[in-house]
Each structure stands twice: as structure tokens, then as C-alpha cells.
């Protein structure tokens, strides 16, 4: 079974960075697409950034291509998300999504598993 736990969020200054992580604790995801989505207020999820179940295929949103670096480590069954040069439009819930079926695409139908978000907050 999926279960998906994000860490990593928090307050950081317009500039800065964080790194995000996204554990299984059902040890399963190494099979599995992975995707990182956000959520602002009064916004629709988005895209962010995906990677293949091997890890070495990658595929980002334009607004954050060059700043953030999505990465999977299937010995420890998580994936990171690296995020520099932030900006205040990056305030959002970030939740990470699993996809059991190798789409790697950049819809949110397309995952069946999620977490359950963690809190980006950037001050300018």
C-alpha cells in the first residue's frame, strides 16, 4: 500500500531555498512515476515537476524550469524536490503523487496515490 508522507515545507525569503521530500512508507514507489503538484489559495492544483519510475527522466512546469529539481532515490523510496530561487508565487501546498502507470504526465488524474501537502510560504 501507498502512503505517501511529505516534509521539507516552511517560511523562506524570496531568494532562498528549500528542499521537499516525499517518503512511502509501503515501499512501493520505486515502481512508480512520481509528481509534484501545488495549490495556492483560490487556485486550481498545478503541475510542478515530474520524474520516471527510474528516475532518469524529468519534465517541469515552465514557470519553474531552472529553479527546481525534482529527484527520486529508490533505495530509500522517496522523492525530493529542490527548490531555488524562490519567489513569492511559489506560496503554495505542495503535495507529491504517485502513478502506477508510467504516464509521467502532468495531469493530476493521471496519480492515483497523494499526500497529504506541505505548506510553502516565500515573503518577499
Not at 512508507?25 to 501545488?38: P, V
Not at 515537476?49 to 532518469?56: K, N, Y
Not at 531552472?66 to 522523492?79: C, E, L, Q, W
Not at 508510467?102 to 497529504?116: I, K, T, V
Request: glycine share 12%; net charge neutral; hydrophobic share 30%.
Amino acid at each position: 500500500q501507498v502512503q505517501l508522507v511529505e516534509s521539507g515545507g516552511g517560511l523562506a525569503q524570496a531568494g532562498g531555498t528549500l528542499r521537499l521530500s516525499c517518503a512511502d512508507s509501503g515501499r512501493t514507489i520505486q515502481y512508480y512515476d512520481m509528481g509534484w503538484f501545488r495549490q495556492a489559495p483560490g487556485k486550481e492544483r498545478e503541475f510542478v515537476a515530474g520524474v520516471t519510475w527510474t528516475g532518469t527522466s524529468t519534465h517541469y512546469a515552465d514557470s519553474v524550469r531552472g529553479r527546481f529539481t525534482i529527484s527520486k532515490d529508490n533505495a530509500k523510496n522517496t522523492v525530493y524536490l529542490q527548490m531555488n530561487s524562490l519567489k513569492p508565487e511559489d506560496t503554495a501546498i505542495y503535495y507529491c503523487a504517485a502513478d502506477p502507470g508510467h504516464r509521467a504526465g502532468a495531469r493530476s488524474s493521471e496519480y492515483d496515490y497523494w499526500g497529504q501537502g506541505t505548506q510553502v510560504t516565500v515573503s518577499s
